[in-house]
């Protein structure tokens, strides 16, 4: 029979995994002290996410009740990291794994858009650009295009003003 406050618990980690979208990622945070584990999720909170301490099978049965699929790696104590972007979450958990030396916390899997991912895969999400990084570079391109595209016109402009002082030259002279 579970206890009142797992069916709290189960109840609210599946309306935050429902508002998430179906995508999220499970990582280990055992060796983190309150201190570190503050400062984590700070540095979480700076790049649109948010740490959930969770059991293994609240997670589990979430998961069964959202009809998402089963992760690997839930054993040991696991937290779910929701999000807004992906890429710039997961590059925030890498970073701040090198700021230990334990390398906490280590990425277990995730979610993404309803897709399993293991944990190589959620780290190559960390060395992709963020989407605000990408959006940058593709106005960058655009807007070098559309400069060089202003610029020959304004040379061909300068050339046929050039063409018609030339033949209005060439008529006075006549």
Excluded: C, W
Excluded at 38 to 66: D, F, H, S
Excluded at 86 to 98: D, R, S
Excluded at 112 to 126: F, N, R
Excluded at 141 to 164: D, Y
């Amino acid at each position: 029979m579970p206890s009142q406050r797992n069916i709290e618990h189960l109840e609210a980690l599946t309306a935050t995994l429902k508002g998430a979208e179906g995508s999220f990622f499970v990582v280990d945070y055992q060796g983190l002290e309150a201190g570190p584990t503050g400062k984590l999720r700070r540095a979480l909170r700076e790049k649109g996410g948010e740490l959930i301490v969770a059991k293994n099978t609240l997670i589990r049965k979430a998961l069964g009740n959202l009809g998402l699929p089963e992760l690997e790696g839930l054993a040991g104590p696991s937290a779910v990291v929701i999000f807004k972007e992906p890429a710039a979450v997961a590059k925030a958990l890498k970073e701040y794994a090198k700021t230990n030396d334990k390398g906490i916390p280590k990425l277990k899997s995730g979610l993404l858009s309803g897709q399993a991912l293991d944990a190589k895969q959620v780290e190559a999400l960390a060395d992709l650009p963020s989407q605000t990084e990408l959006r940058a570079e593709l106005v960058g391109v655009l807007s070098a295009t559309m400069s060089n595209f202003v610029g020959v016109l304004g040379g061909k402009a300068q050339e046929f003003v050039g063409i018609l002082d030339a033949f209005v030259a060439k008529q006075e002279a006549a």
